[in-house]
């Protein structure tokens, strides 16, 4: 399914162009500013696979949506800054297999590509591999001895008479 902007909002088209719903004023709106900003974005919607129809308190009947939002690299921070800004955060598509490289501003990353770009983690799956390099970094880490250790004394004031503080003073702290 694909948007149609109107004056009024969003409607939804079917894949034979024709209008078959209306889109909630609010996921409307930040749309709207986003591609009013970024003319280059453009949207893809989905039906939410077992979702059931939901009443909204005004008693109108809605479908949940997945919407994907694709657009060029170098739009991406304004593109999260915008859609934060009409309060929509983007999450991880459902059950889709893209064909495009993924990215999410709303999603920390931190594994990169060979051309250095940080990439949505949560779609790549874990290998074995990956995880032993990670667990080695940290190893790496715990195990620095570059970095000066702290090493003081701790006095326990006479009143405090906790075993467990007194266990915890007796252990060295590093």
Do not use: C
């Not at 800004?85 to 060979?114: A, G, K, T």
């Not at 970094?137 to 007194?166: G, M, W």
């Amino acid at each position: 399914m694909k948007p149609r902007f109107r004056d009024n909002g969003i409607t939804i088209l079917n894949l034979a162009i024709q209008e078959i719903g209306v889109l909630d004023k609010k996921t409307a709106s930040g749309m709207v500013s986003l591609k009013s900003t970024v003319s280059s974005v453009q949207f893809e919607i989905y039906a939410t696979q077992g979702m059931k129809q939901v009443q909204s308190l005004d008693g109108t009947l809605g479908i949940p949506l997945e919407i994907l939002v694709f657009g060029r690299r170098s739009s991406l921070v304004q593109v999260g800054s915008l859609l934060s800004q009409s309060s929509l955060f983007l999450q991880e598509p459902m059950n889709r297999q893209l064909s495009v490289p993924y990215r999410n501003p709303h999603v920390f990353s931190w594994d990169e590509d060979d051309d250095g770009d940080a990439s949505s983690s949560y779609l790549l799956e874990p290998s074995s591999e990956s995880q032993t390099n990670f667990t080695n970094k940290i190893q790496v880490v715990l195990n620095d001895t570059s970095v000066p250790r702290l090493s003081f004394q701790i006095e326990q004031d006479a009143r405090i008479t906790s075993i467990l503080k007194q266990l915890a003073i007796t252990s060295s702290l590093y």
